[in-house]
């Protein structure tokens, strides 16, 4: 886990030392770069992996999800995306 908070640390632009994710829309996320949407993505992941109960991370699905989240999220601006990410379990 503490590798996962350190590569994120790492990956986020300098001027954003910390995203709440609670207020982050579709848009927010569209609007990032590639590797803050994948930082993102991975959090996402992280995070509906979590309310599941669940400890698996597969890596290799990473890019997929993000397609999906993309597609999703370019119909559905304004949502939140917290509740995007429920498009990850799918």
Known sequence: M??????LALGLPAKAAEIDMNIQTC??????GEDEQDLMTAWLRGYVAGRAS??????SATR???A???GYCQHHLTNGLLSAAGQLKK
């Open 2 to 7: 503490k590798w996962f908070l350190v590569l």
């Open 27 to 32: 848009q927010d996320w569209l609007d990032a």
């Open 54 to 59: 669940s400890g698996l991370y597969d890596l």
């Open 64 to 66: 997929a999800d993000s």
């Open 68 to 70: 999906r989240l993309k």
